[in-house]
Antibody, heavy 125, light 111 residues
Framework: EAQLVESGGGSVQSGGSLSLSCAAS????????MTWVRQAPGKGLQWVST????????WYADSLRGRVIISRDNSKRTVSLHMTSLRAENTATYYC??????????????????WGKGTTVIVSS | QSVLTQPPSVSGAPGQRVTISCTGS?????????VHWYQQFPGEVPRLLIY???SRPSGVPDRFSGSRSGTAASLAITGLQAEDEADYYC???????????FGGGTKVTVL
């Protein structure tokens, strides 16, 4: 059974940095694009970033561009999200998700077929 | 405020049909980009409910259906059941923003 497990969440001071990781099992990881989605407490889903299966292309939400970097290591079956200059509004549960096999266009690979359980980031001012 | 607009809540009695709208614009739904729908129970992880406008992943009951017209998409739940109480989100892509969008979410209540 395919499974995604996030780690790396925690409490951090405003202005600090944090790296999240997502480990995959039970799937051919290198064949799929991966996406990070976050959800602030009591709020809706917000797309954060997507990376293609090869890692060659990535996209970021405007509100986070320049402060986050998505990367993947297909040999280790992991995708990571490195976040810097964190602010209180970045407090959320961060989910990683697997996308569909597809091409290199964001519109074709954006959906999340399988979700991890999430990791919680709390940014205090 | 989300670029994709959903009603905050809808409700219905058991057995009824309810629909959730997801209204976008000419640069997202109106440009014929795929719309996907997710279901999320309180305190739980979202799950894919409908993909590519109207397709259901295996395991999703056929009580759930998706459609689209113009700049809007809809999720319909027929034969509403108590277990359908959850939050529902639409998702699409916007070519002007070059970004993935989620609707604000709709809470379904079974009366």
């Amino acid at each position: 059974e395919a499974q995604l497990v996030e780690s790396g969440g925690g409490s951090v001071q405003s202005g600090g940095s944090l790296s999240l990781s997502c480990a995959a099992s039970g799937l051919n990881f290198g064949a799929y694009p991966m996406t990070w989605v976050r959800q602030a407490p009591g709020k809706g889903l917000q797309w954060v970033s997507t990376v293609t299966a090869t890692g060659a292309t990535n996209w970021y939400a405007d509100s986070l561009r320049g402060r986050v970097i998505i990367s993947r290591d297909n040999s280790k079956r992991t995708v990571s999200l490195h976040m810097t200059s964190l602010r209180a509004e970045n407090t959320a549960t961060y989910y990683c998700g697997k996308g569909p096999v597809g091409g290199g266009l964001l519109q074709d690979i954006m959906r999340v077929d399988i979700w991890g359980k999430g990791t919680t980031v709390i940014v205090s001012s | 405020q989300s670029v994709l607009t959903q009603p905050p809540s809808v409700s219905g009695a058991p057995g009824q049909r309810v629909t959730i709208s997801c209204t976008g614009s000419s640069s997202n739904i109106g440009a014929n980009y795929d719309v996907h729908w997710y279901q999320q129970f309180p305190g739980e992880v979202p799950r894919l409910l409908i993909y590519r406008d109207a397709s259901r992943p295996s395991g999703v009951p056929d009580r759930f259906s998706g459609s689209r017209s113009g700049t809007a998409a809809s999720l319909a739940i027929t034969g509403l059941q108590a277990e359908d109480e959850a939050d529902y989100y639409c998702q699409s892509y916007d070519s002007v923003l070059n970004a993935v969008l989620f609707g604000g979410g709709t809470k379904v209540t079974v009366l």
